[in-house]
């Protein structure tokens, strides 16, 4: 599957940004889909999921500022980031989970939140 991550930026702190990742195929085929980050000169981490339920999980750092959701018409999860800090200046990623194809990663979207 081929997945299409963007909607990356420049922005202030304090302020929002969307991120979309386009997949190939439909959503609902995959059991969970994800977000994780890798900010300069760390390793990469989880942001969070929503399985093909609905269930959404976040990593406590955003837990309360960034939301997860999707449209199934347009094949695509979004990451809605709001209250942005500089801390969260990453590459940002989505990930799809199938059972039938394994793990795909989509390129990354830079984000860069400036103090």
């Known amino acids: 599957v081929q997945l299409q991550a963007s909607g990356g930026g420049l922005v202030q702190a304090g302020g929002s940004l969307r991120l979309s990742c386009v997949a190939s195929r439909s959503i609902f085929s995959f059991a969970q889909m994800g977000w994780y980050r890798q900010p300069p000169g760390k390793q990469r981490e989880l942001v969070g999921i929503m399985t093909s339920s609905g269930s959404t999980y976040y990593v406590d750092s955003v837990k309360g500022r960034f939301t997860i959701s999707r449209d199934s018409a347009k094949n695509t999860v979004y990451l809605q980031m709001n209250s942005l800090k500089p801390e969260d200046t990453a590459v940002y990623l989505c990930?799809?989970?199938?059972?039938?194809?394994?793990?795909?990663w989509g390129q990354g979207t830079l984000v860069t939140v400036s103090s």
């Open positions: 990930n799809a989970i199938s059972t039938v194809s394994g793990t795909d």
